[in-house]
C-alpha cells in the first residue's frame, strides 16, 4: 500500500495500542457499550484455518448459510476470497467453523495499482458478489459460478475520494433499501449511488449523490442494518465498523438509508481492526472479522424475529390443464416488524412480487408437467422461504363416453330411458357429467358414477352427447348417440313402465275434443270403471300423459279412452 495509507493504518493501530496498554484486560475480552450490554452478547468463533492474514470483508454465501465468504490477505495483490463452513448451536447461532478455508474467488484491486478486498463484501442483484478494495478505491464484481473478477470500478470516476474502505446495500424493509452505499475510509465520508445492468452481467454504478460526512476519526468498514423494534433501536439503525477506533458505532439512519451523525454512539469496543460486516440470513446475528486481529465474532441478541410465510393457494398437487394460468396467494407475517415484500417464484424463476396484502401474484402460461411454488417474505432486512408447493399441468383432458342408450336406440314416445356414462380424468377427478339433446341443450348434471339420470326425450330422432368436467376444469364432450323416439298416433294409447313402479299411459287424442280414461280388470265384462273424466286434447300434437299404480302381481289390467260426445 502507499506510504500515506499506512501511516494511516498504523495511527488505528497505535490507537487500539493505547488503550491495550491502559486496560490490558479490556483489550482481551471485547465490550459491549453499557446501554447495550443487557440486551446483546459477544462472541468470538476463532481464526479461520488456514485463511491468510489480514482478514477482509465477509458474507455469507449465496443460498448456503452454512457457508460463510471471508476476504484474506486483504488490501494486497493477492487478495483472495475464501469459503469456510460454520458450526451451529442451539436455535441456528454460529457456535464455530469447520474445516480449513477454500479458495472461492479472486479478490484484487486494479491492475498496477496494488490494493485488494478491504472491509467490505456482499451479494449485489443477480447475485453478482461485490467486493471493496482499499488503497486503489475500486469495487470488483464476480458473476455468479466464476472465480475471476468480470468488472472492477475506479472509484475516483464517480465522485468517491479514497479510498474506500467497505461497501453496503442496503436491506429490503429498511429505509433507502436497495440503494448502494459506498464507505470511504480515508475521508469519513458515507456515498450514496445505485446500480443498473450493463447488458453483461455486471453493473454500473451511477455518480455519487447524497455524501454524509461522518466524524473524521471515523475509519469506516463495515455496515451492518438494524430494524427499528430490536432491543435498544427504536428507529432504523446501522452499525459501522471503526478500524481507527477499534470499536463498532451505531447510527440512526433518515429516509434513504444513510446515517445521521448527531445520533452516534459507541456499541462494542476493545476490538483490534474491526472490519467486515454481515447479517446471518439464519438467525439476523450480526457477524464481523477484524483485520489484524484475525477473528470472527459474533454478536446475538437481534430481536426482530425473521418474517414468516406459507402459500394458502393454489393447495399441493393442484392440477391445472396446459398451458396454465393461476393466481398464487401466501400469508406473511413479521414480529416486531413488517413485511416489505412477498417475491412469488415458479420453478426458481420470479413471476411476481407483492408489497401490501393480500400477498398474491400471477402465474401465465406454465406448460405441462409439475412445477415447484415458492413464496419469499421479505422484513426488517430478514427474509424466509416457504415451503414448497407443487402444482400438476397436465395436458390430458378427461375421457367420457354414453354408455346407455346405446347407438341408434328406438323407443316409443313417453318411455322412460336410462342415460348413464362413463367416465375419466387422468390429471385428476372428474367433479360432473352433463347430458345435452340437439333439440333442447342442456338436459342435467350428475356427479357419482355412472351419472344416471331418467329421462322421457322428445317424439323424433334426438342426438345426445355427454359432457365430463374434472377438478381443474378440462372437459371433454362424447360421441354423439342416435335416439329414436316414435311418435304415438293418433287415437292410440301406450303403456311404458317407470323405474319408480309407476305405469305411464300416454295417449293422443283428437283436436278438441274430450275423454274419459277407463279400466276393467277383463275384457269379458262390459263394467270399464272411469279414473280420470274430462281430459281435453288442446293440439294434436300434445299428448295427455297419465300415472297409475302397478297392478296387483297375477293380476290383469285393460285401459282405454272414450271420447266424449
Given at each position: 500500500?502507499?506510504?500515506?495509507?499506512?501511516?494511516?493504518?498504523?495511527?488505528?493501530?497505535?490507537?487500539?495500542?493505547?488503550v491495550?496498554?491502559?486496560?490490558?484486560?479490556?483489550?482481551?475480552a471485547?465490550?459491549?457499550?453499557?446501554?447495550?450490554?443487557?440486551?446483546?452478547?459477544?462472541?468470538g468463533?476463532?481464526?479461520?484455518?488456514?485463511?491468510?492474514s489480514?482478514?477482509?470483508?465477509?458474507?455469507?454465501?449465496?443460498?448456503?448459510?452454512?457457508?460463510?465468504?471471508?476476504?484474506?490477505?486483504?488490501?494486497?495483490?493477492?487478495?483472495?476470497?475464501?469459503?469456510?463452513?460454520?458450526?451451529?448451536?442451539?436455535?441456528?447461532?454460529?457456535?464455530?467453523?469447520?474445516?480449513?478455508?477454500?479458495?472461492?474467488?479472486?479478490?484484487?484491486?486494479?491492475?498496477?495499482?496494488?490494493?485488494?478486498?478491504?472491509?467490505?463484501?456482499?451479494?449485489?442483484?443477480?447475485?453478482?458478489?461485490?467486493?471493496?478494495?482499499?488503497?486503489?478505491?475500486?469495487?470488483?464484481?464476480?458473476?455468479?459460478?466464476?472465480?475471476?473478477?468480470?468488472k472492477?470500478?475506479?472509484?475516483?470516476?464517480?465522485?468517491?475520494?479514497?479510498?474506500?474502505?467497505?461497501?453496503?446495500i442496503?436491506?429490503?424493509?429498511?429505509?433507502?433499501?436497495?440503494?448502494?452505499?459506498?464507505?470511504?475510509?480515508?475521508?469519513?465520508?458515507?456515498?450514496?449511488?445505485?446500480?443498473?445492468?450493463?447488458?453483461?452481467?455486471?453493473?454500473?454504478?451511477?455518480?455519487?449523490?447524497?455524501?454524509?460526512?461522518?466524524?473524521?476519526g471515523?475509519?469506516?468498514?463495515?455496515?451492518?442494518?438494524?430494524?427499528?423494534?430490536?432491543?435498544?433501536?427504536?428507529?432504523?439503525?446501522?452499525?459501522?465498523?471503526?478500524?481507527?477506533?477499534?470499536?463498532?458505532?451505531?447510527?440512526?439512519?433518515?429516509?434513504?438509508?444513510?446515517?445521521?451523525?448527531?445520533?452516534?454512539?459507541?456499541?462494542?469496543?476493545?476490538l483490534?481492526?474491526?472490519?467486515?460486516?454481515?447479517?446471518?440470513?439464519?438467525?439476523?446475528?450480526?457477524?464481523?472479522s477484524?483485520?489484524?486481529?484475525?477473528?470472527?465474532?459474533?454478536?446475538?441478541?437481534?430481536?426482530?424475529?425473521?418474517?414468516?410465510?406459507?402459500?394458502?393457494?393454489?393447495?399441493?398437487?393442484?392440477?391445472?390443464?396446459a398451458?396454465?394460468?393461476?393466481?398464487?396467494?401466501a400469508?406473511?407475517?413479521?414480529?416486531?416488524?413488517?413485511?416489505?415484500?412477498?417475491?412469488?417464484?415458479?420453478?426458481?424463476?420470479?413471476?411476481?412480487?407483492?408489497?401490501?396484502?393480500?400477498?398474491?401474484?400471477?402465474?401465465?402460461?406454465?406448460?405441462?408437467?409439475?412445477?415447484?411454488?415458492?413464496?419469499?417474505?421479505?422484513?426488517?432486512?430478514?427474509?424466509?422461504?416457504?415451503?414448497?408447493?407443487?402444482?400438476?399441468?397436465?395436458?390430458?383432458?378427461?375421457?367420457?363416453?354414453?354408455?346407455?342408450?346405446?347407438?341408434?336406440?328406438?323407443?316409443?314416445?313417453?318411455?322412460?330411458?336410462?342415460?348413464?356414462?362413463?367416465?375419466?380424468?387422468?390429471?385428476?377427478?372428474?367433479?360432473?357429467?352433463?347430458?345435452?339433446?340437439?333439440?333442447?341443450?342442456?338436459?342435467?348434471?350428475?356427479?357419482?358414477?355412472?351419472?344416471?339420470?331418467?329421462?322421457?326425450?322428445?317424439?323424433?330422432?334426438?342426438?345426445?352427447?355427454?359432457?365430463?368436467?374434472?377438478?381443474?376444469?378440462?372437459?371433454?364432450?362424447?360421441?354423439?348417440?342416435?335416439?329414436?323416439?316414435?311418435?304415438?298416433?293418433?287415437?292410440?294409447?301406450?303403456?311404458?313402465?317407470?323405474?319408480?313402479?309407476?305405469?305411464?299411459?300416454?295417449?293422443?287424442?283428437?283436436?278438441?275434443?274430450?275423454?274419459?280414461?277407463?279400466?276393467?280388470?277383463?275384457l269379458?265384462?262390459?263394467?270399464?270403471?272411469?279414473?280420470?273424466?274430462?281430459?281435453?286434447?288442446?293440439?294434436?300434437?300434445?299428448?295427455?300423459?297419465?300415472?297409475q299404480?302397478?297392478?296387483?302381481?297375477?293380476?290383469?289390467?285393460?285401459?282405454?279412452?272414450?271420447?266424449?260426445?
Amino acid at each position: 500500500m502507499r506510504i500515506p495509507d499506512l501511516v494511516w493504518r498504523i495511527r488505528g493501530v497505535i490507537g487500539w495500542l493505547a488503550v491495550a496498554l491502559a486496560f490490558p484486560f479490556h483489550g482481551l475480552a471485547q465490550t459491549l457499550d453499557p446501554y447495550y450490554a443487557a440486551s446483546y452478547n459477544i462472541r468470538g468463533i476463532g481464526v479461520v484455518p488456514d485463511l491468510p492474514s489480514e482478514y477482509g470483508g465477509l458474507t455469507f454465501k449465496a443460498g448456503d448459510a452454512n457457508t460463510l465468504l471471508i476476504g484474506g490477505a486483504a488490501e494486497t495483490d493477492s487478495a483472495k476470497i475464501y469459503s469456510i463452513t460454520v458450526v451451529r448451536g442451539a436455535n441456528g447461532h454460529i457456535t464455530g467453523l469447520s474445516g480449513s478455508a477454500a479458495y472461492f474467488a479472486e479478490a484484487q484491486g486494479l491492475p498496477g495499482q496494488g490494493g485488494g478486498i478491504d472491509g467490505g463484501l456482499i451479494y449485489g442483484p443477480g447475485n453478482v458478489l461485490f467486493y471493496a478494495s482499499y488503497s486503489d478505491n475500486s469495487i470488483g464484481q464476480i458473476k455468479p459460478g466464476q472465480s475471476s473478477v468480470a468488472k472492477q470500478t475506479d472509484l475516483s470516476t464517480i465522485g468517491v475520494e479514497g479510498s474506500t474502505g467497505s461497501l453496503v446495500i442496503v436491506p429490503p424493509g429498511m429505509p433507502g433499501a436497495g440503494r448502494l452505499k459506498i464507505l470511504s475510509y480515508k475521508v469519513s465520508t458515507w456515498y450514496d449511488t445505485t446500480l443498473s445492468p450493463d447488458g453483461s452481467g455486471t453493473y454500473n454504478l451511477a455518480p455519487v449523490s447524497a455524501s454524509v460526512q461522518l466524524d473524521m476519526g471515523l475509519g469506516l468498514e463495515g455496515a451492518f442494518y438494524v430494524a427499528a423494534g430490536n432491543p435498544k433501536f427504536p428507529n432504523p439503525s446501522v452499525l459501522v465498523s471503526d478500524y481507527s477506533g477499534s470499536r463498532i458505532v451505531s447510527f440512526e439512519v433518515n429516509g434513504n438509508g444513510d446515517p445521521l451523525p448527531n445520533t452516534q454512539r459507541d456499541f462494542a469496543t476493545d476490538l483490534s481492526g474491526v472490519e467486515g460486516a454481515a447479517v446471518d440470513p439464519l438467525t439476523g446475528d450480526f457477524v464481523f472479522s477484524t483485520f489484524n486481529g484475525g477473528q470472527v465474532y459474533v454478536v446475538g441478541g437481534f430481536g426482530v424475529a425473521k418474517p414468516t410465510v406459507a402459500i394458502t393457494a393454489p393447495a399441493n398437487n393442484a392440477t391445472f390443464i396446459a398451458p396454465a394460468s393461476f393466481s398464487v396467494y401466501a400469508d406473511a407475517a413479521q414480529t416486531g416488524g413488517a413485511i416489505s415484500k412477498v417475491d412469488f417464484y415458479l420453478d426458481a424463476v420470479l413471476v411476481g412480487t407483492a408489497n401490501t396484502a393480500p400477498y398474491n401474484a400471477g402465474v401465465n402460461n406454465a406448460g405441462a408437467g409439475t412445477h415447484a411454488l415458492t413464496a419469499v417474505a421479505v422484513g426488517n432486512g430478514l427474509s424466509t422461504t416457504s415451503a414448497v408447493v407443487h402444482v400438476i399441468v397436465t395436458s390430458v383432458p378427461p375421457s367420457v363416453a354414453v354408455r346407455t342408450p346405446g347407438n341408434n336406440s328406438i323407443y316409443s314416445e313417453c318411455a322412460e330411458v336410462q342415460l348413464t356414462a362413463t367416465a375419466g380424468a387422468p390429471a385428476g377427478s372428474v367433479t360432473n357429467v352433463a347430458y345435452y339433446l340437439s333439440t333442447t341443450g342442456w338436459l342435467a348434471s350428475r356427479t357419482q358414477p355412472p351419472y344416471l339420470l331418467l329421462a322421457s326425450l322428445p317424439a323424433g330422432t334426438n342426438y345426445l352427447t355427454a359432457v365430463a368436467t374434472d377438478n381443474i376444469g378440462a372437459s371433454a364432450t362424447s360421441s354423439v348417440v342416435r335416439v329414436v323416439f316414435k311418435a304415438t298416433p293418433t287415437n292410440t294409447m301406450s303403456a311404458n313402465l317407470l323405474v319408480s313402479g309407476e305405469l305411464r299411459l300416454c295417449f293422443r287424442g283428437l283436436v278438441n275434443s274430450n275423454y274419459v280414461f277407463e279400466s276393467t280388470g277383463s275384457l269379458s265384462h262390459s263394467t270399464w270403471t272411469p279414473f280420470v273424466t274430462n281430459s281435453a286434447s288442446a293440439a294434436q300434437s300434445d299428448l295427455i300423459s297419465l300415472l297409475q299404480s302397478i297392478p296387483p302381481p297375477n293380476s290383469t289390467k285393460f285401459y282405454r279412452a272414450r271420447r266424449l260426445p
